[in-house]
């Protein structure tokens, strides 16, 4: 049983930060991509940064310069650190993790975690 499990979402203003945190526990042998998503209400749930196992990253163009992905590959565990808030980021922000159960398994699975949410006010 693999579980992920995020914090650190809440209210804030606009221009203002949050720290979000995702623990991956369980059954794992080894994590390779991370990364977080975002749903907005009413609309598609949409990338908002990934980070490989090595530690190459990848972001929306709309968070790109505000929002910076990292991991501790030790702790299994994948942060998203959001700068300069805008209201348009609000949403319910996931995280996500590929990653192998055991040593034998022959692909990743991806799991995804329960979600938090983040609200910015104007």
């Known amino acids: 049983q693999v579980q992920l499990v995020e914090s650190g979402g809440g209210l804030v203003q606009a221009g203002g930060s949050l720290r979000l945190s995702c623990a991956a526990s369980g059954s794992i042998f080894r994590v390779d991509a991370m990364g977080w998503y975002r749903q907005a209400p009413g609309k598609q749930r949409e990338l908002v940064a990934t980070?490989?196992?090595?530690?190459?990253?990848n972001y929306a163009s709309s968070v790109k310069g505000r929002f910076t992905i990292s991991r501790d590959n030790a702790k299994n565990t994948v942060d998203l650190q959001m700068n300069s808030l805008k209201p348009e980021d609000t949403a319910v922000y996931y995280c996500?993790?590929?990653?192998?159960?055991?040593?034998?398994?022959?692909?990743?699975?991806?799991?995804w975690g329960q979600g938090t949410q983040v609200t910015v006010s104007s």
């Open positions: 996500n993790a590929d990653l192998y159960t055991t040593r034998f398994s022959s692909s990743f699975n991806t799991y």
């Open positions: 980070i490989t196992r090595s530690g190459s990253t």
